[in-house]
């Protein structure tokens, strides 16, 4: 018997009504497991989102789909005839070497499991780590993912949330706006205080309640600084600070009150007034050409 005779006698054993079983056997768990996992999948994302919050859904639903997978996998090489036992035993020795070869990963994993029993914020939230700050659009078991504000997408470790001073901006419903604003020396407070909190009262993203303050800050190098304090809901905290600086300017310029910049005053003594400075251009020009200048008191 040749070689083409040979190979043509074994596609032929090969091929047999218990290979076509045991080929539909195995399609029909795959056709039936997928779809049973993707919507055991979706139904623990739903409930778990409802039930708490919407990264424990996203969790879930991870857990679910992986543990699936493994089974779905073991029952097919079940189904093949494969045996476990040594896959078993070099998983073992696998995950002993992976282990120590990551170890960073192991502590992004148990930072994880902190960050989802403490909770300290939630997908969707607004949060401020370092000099980072972003819409949390996922909260996994290695990472935290955020969106920022100029549509950059940034991956940080739990490990370095854990370590890290984290501010959730968004985590209780209202926030308060401090506005620096600075005036003239000579303006009277009382009437720029007045000026301050009628801005606050009708500013449309203003709240009554906590009431508006205006606190006196400091005596500037060249100006008197006030702090208005006012609160908004958090979802409209850039509205409210856009508003609250445009009509601050605004109602100074009606009421001509002075928004003074940084300027230097030159003094005599302790109790005199300014020195007078004036600039005469003479007509005459010097020997190289120029227009000389002096000062006189």
Do not use: C
């Amino acid at each position: 018997m040749d070689s083409t005779s040979v190979s043509n006698f074994a596609i032929e054993n090969l091929i047999t009504d218990e290979f076509w079983t045991l080929a539909l056997r195995v399609a029909m768990i795959l056709a039936i497991g997928f779809p049973v996992l993707f919507m055991l999948r979706g139904w623990a994302r739903s409930f778990f989102t409802k039930r708490y919050a919407s990264h424990y859904g996203m969790l879930a639903g991870k857990i679910v789909f992986y543990a699936g997978l493994t089974i779905l996998v073991v029952t097919v090489m079940g189904q093949l005839g494969v045996s476990l036992a040594p896959l078993l035993g070099a998983a073992g020795i696998l995950g002993v070497a992976l282990g120590f070869a990551s170890q960073t990963s192991v502590s992004n994993i148990i930072s994880g499991l902190f960050l989802i029993a403490e909770q300290p914020f939630k997908v969707d939230d607004i949060i401020n780590v370092g000099t980072t700050t972003g819409i949390v659009m996922s909260i996994d078991m290695l990472s935290i993912k955020l969106r920022t504000f100029d549509n950059q997408f940034v991956r940080i470790p739990n490990e370095t949330i854990i370590k890290t001073e984290v501010i959730n901006l968004t985590r209780f419903p209202i926030r308060r706006f401090d506005a620096l604003v600075s005036v003239a020396y000579k303006e009277n407070i009382d009437e720029v205080r007045e000026v301050l909190l009628k801005v606050a009262e009708k500013n449309e993203y203003s709240l009554s309640e906590p009431e508006p303050q205006v606190i006196f800050n400091a005596f500037g190098a060249s100006s008197i600084d006030l702090q208005l304090r006012v609160w908004g809901q958090s979802s409209e905290f850039l509205l409210l600070k856009n508003s609250i600086y445009e009509e601050v300017k605004e109602h100074f310029d009606e009421a001509e009150i002075e928004i003074p910049f940084p300027h230097v005053s030159l003094y005599k003594g302790e109790a005199s007034s300014a020195i007078p400075i004036e600039i005469i251009a003479k007509d005459q020009k010097s020997n190289n050409g120029d227009t000389p200048t002096e000062l006189k008191d």
